[in-house]
């Protein structure tokens, strides 16, 4: 079922959980808010969010390099303790993660990042498909936001759909991590390269080798 901006902004300041964890959520509970936080709840996503602001300083920064030698990846992912980042666990998500980046090529780890200009010059882009699809002006500015939603779940890293199971966001991820693992974890940058680079060549699914070479 659809619901509404309020209800999910409710849950979230309720329990603390991401804008789209709590839109699942509800969506799930049939717009039930008691419901929902106790979904919410039990996926841990609540009690991840309660260590959000907890400081995360330790970490480590991993590499991943395509087998063919055409994608390289760098990501620093943050976590309290150097015992944590030591562990099997989180050097596994660590991975896991620059997979994502190698596959999935996002430009931003969240919506905040995303440079203003950039953000504008997609809005006038989606307003003007709608208005060429002969779209009612009053239900444009509607369409144009919807449609903004999904250029950030194509660009955004927290808000693209995990390579291993798409049926979770790598926020979602994270926020099971976080919970599991009892410390607050952060995506905090990475940076992605690829074998000729705006140079003119064909186009490879790279998803689709990226989870080959894992043998997923």
Known sequence: ???????????????????????????????????????????GLAAAANKAGRAATEGVVESYIHANGRIGVLVEVNCETDFVAKTDQFKAFVKDIAMQIAAANPKYVRREEVVQEELDKEREILKAQALNEGKPAHIVEKMVEGRLSKFYE???????????????????????????????????RFARFELGEGLEKKQDNFVEEVMSQAKL
């Open 154 to 188: 194509e660009y955004c890293l927290l808000e693209q759909s995990f390579i291993k199971d798409p049926d979770k966001t790598v926020a979602t991820l994270l926020n099971e991590k976080i919970s599991t693992i009892g410390e607050n974890i952060s995506i905090r």
């Open 1 to 43: 079922m659809a619901v509404s901006a309020s209800a999910v902004k409710e849950l979230r300041e309720k329990t603390g959980a991401g804008m789209l964890d709590c839109k699942k959520a509800l969506e799930e509970a049939n717009g039930d808010l008691t419901k929902a936080a106790e979904l919410l709840r039990e996926k």
